[in-house]
């Protein structure tokens, strides 16, 4: 019996080119993809560049261009590997992308109105040069168990210890090599156990 199927890949980020564990994955879904049609199902094979997140944003300024240029030079340099390594996606598009837009504000929005998004003020290591809040790659200091010095924000390489990157002693900024401060910022979380008992229905009836 003919099925509908939806097949992606990991998407690629946009602060750099195609690397040879990408192409794996998506050689082997291309693959994949072509046999289910010759087996006669209907198939939509989706992918798309990962266009938002601090990395796009450090690189460009490492490149001096603006990241939304950047982004669309990596869309045309990914789009080319893809070609000549014959992965033929049905759509091929970018997280940065109107639709996209669109549907993660109608997803918000609904989730919101069910009760289903909650606020509160978590604590962040800052970079008081650079004028920004840092992700865990970015971060170095004194490891809390072993003291180890200059391990990452978020494990010591030394001891195997695993932390939160505010448990650093005397964290620093990769980037600039400024000494890190505290300060608190507004998340946003979905409240996943408010929806365990419809997810196990849900699971235990899918085909």
């Not at 050689?27 to 087996?39: E, G, L, Q």
């Not at 992308?97 to 609904?110: A, G, I, P, R, V």
Request: aromatic letters at 10%; a neutral charge.
């Amino acid at each position: 019996m003919s099925r509908r199927i939806l097949v992606t890949s990991a998407l690629p980020y946009a602060n750099g080119p195609i690397h040879i564990g990408h192409l794996l994955e998506y050689v082997m879904a291309d693959t994949w993809v072509r046999f289910m049609r010759m087996a006669g199902h209907q198939i939509h094979f989706v992918c798309a560049d990962d266009a938002h997140g601090t990395p796009i944003m450090l690189e460009a300024q490492k490149r001096k261009i603006d990241p939304e240029e950047m982004v669309v030079q990596m869309r045309k340099e990914h789009l080319a590997d893809f070609t000549n390594f014959n992965i033929s996606f049905d759509n091929y598009h970018s997280t940065h992308s109107e639709e996209n837009k669109k549907f993660s504000l109608h997803f918000y929005t609904k989730l919101q109105e069910a009760g289903l998004i909650s606020t509160r003020s978590v604590v962040q290591l800052y970079d008081p040069q650079l004028g920004q809040f840092l992700a865990d790659r970015y971060i170095r200091g004194i490891c809390p168990r072993c003291k180890a010095k200059d391990q990452t924000g978020d494990n010591c390489e030394n001891c195997s210890a695993t932390y939160d990157a505010t448990k650093l002693i005397e964290p620093r900024s990769v980037l600039s090599g400024a000494k890190l401060e505290f300060r608190e910022s507004m998340h946003y979380f979905f409240a996943l156990p408010k929806c365990a008992e419809f997810l196990q229905s849900w699971l235990s009836t899918a085909n």
